[in-house]
C-alpha cells in the first residue's frame, strides 16, 4: 500500500480518529505516525475538525450505584452507620455541697431520606457505518439499541442546492437500492425512524449510500442524482 498519497492518506487519518481503523491496518498506521510529518499533520487537522461535534455530545450522568462500587473496589467506601438508634448522652451536675449524677437518654436524630437522583439514561446509539465521498468521512451512521431509528451526523455539514435533499439508501448484494428514508438535516444532524420494512432493507445491506435529490426525495424509488456519500455497515 503506498502511504504517501495524499488522498489515501487523509482516509486513513481520518477513519484512525474517527476509531474505525481497527486491527493491524492501525497498528501499521501508528508505526508510521513518529516518522511521517505529513501524516501527523493530517491527523491533527481531523481532531480540530471534529472537536466541534465531540464537545456537542451531552455528558450522561454515571448512576450513584457504579460510583459506589468503585469507591469499594478501591477501599474508600463510606464507614457504615452505627448500628444503634439511639445515642446516650451523660450530664453531671456539680452542686455546692454535693454530687448529683444525672444521665439523660434522648433518641438520635434519625436522617431523612435522601431520594437517589434520577439519571435519564440516554438512548443507546451503535455505530454501524461511515459514510465518505472523495474528500473523506463526512457522515457517521449510529443505530438505536431498539432498532427503532437511525441517528447521522455530518462532520462537514456542507449546505444543500437549494430544492434538494439527501436521501438514504440501502444497498444489497444483489438487486436494486432500496430508500431508507429522506435525511430531515437540521444543525449537520437527522434521524429516520425505521418500521419494519426499513429493518429488513437495513439487514440487507452490504454498502449505504446516500445521494442527492429532489426535495420530496427521488420521484422513481431509485436513486436519480448523484450518489455523494458511501460506506459498509459493520453490522446489521
Keep these: 500500500m503506498k502511504y504517501d498519497q495524499p488522498e ?28 511521517d510529518s505529513g501524516l501527523r499533520a493530517r491527523v491533527a487537522a ?14 450522561v450522568p454515571v ?8 469507591q469499594r473496589r478501591l477501599g474508600h467506601a463510606p464507614a457504615e452507620k452505627p448500628a444503634s438508634g439511639f445515642i446516650w448522652w451523660r450530664a453531671w451536675a456539680f452542686g455546692s455541697t454535693a454530687l448529683a449524677g444525672i444521665i439523660i437518654l434522648q433518641p438520635a436524630p434519625q436522617p431523612q431520606p435522601v431520594a437517589p437522583p434520577v439519571v435519564v439514561a440516554a438512548p443507546a446509539l451503535t455505530d454501524l457505518a461511515v459514510l465518505t465521498d472523495k474528500e473523506g468521512p463526512d457522515w457517521i451512521v449510529r443505530e438505536d439499541s431498539s432498532h427503532q431509528k437511525l441517528v447521522l451526523s455530518s462532520l462537514g455539514n456542507k449546505p444543500l442546492p437549494a430544492g434538494k435533499a439527501l436521501e438514504l439508501w440501502s444497498i444489497p448484494a444483489k438487486g ?10 437540521q444543525d449537520g444532524k ?17 454498502v449505504l449510500a446516500i445521494s442527492l435529490e429532489p426535495s420530496g426525495g427521488s420521484p422513481t424509488g431509485l436513486p436519480t442524482g448523484p450518489v455523494l456519500y458511501t460506506g459498509k455497515p459493520v453490522s446489521v
Design 46 to 59: 481531523w481532531e480540530q475538525r471534529m472537536s466541534p461535534w465531540a464537545s456537542a455530545l451531552k455528558p
Design 190 to 206: 437527522a434521524e429516520i425512524a425505521l418500521d419494519s420494512t426499513h429493518q429488513s432493507r437495513l439487514q440487507q445491506a452490504t
Design 8 to 35: 489515501l492518506q487523509m482516509k486513513l487519518a481520518a477513519e484512525y480518529v474517527l476509531g474505525t481503523l481497527q486491527g493491524k491496518a492501525r497498528t501499521r498506521f501508528e508505526k508510521l505516525l513518529p516518522q
Design 63 to 70: 448512576p450513584a450505584t457504579v460510583w459506589s462500587g468503585v
Design 176 to 185: 436494486a437500492p432500496m430508500s431508507l428514508g429522506v435525511l430531515p438535516v
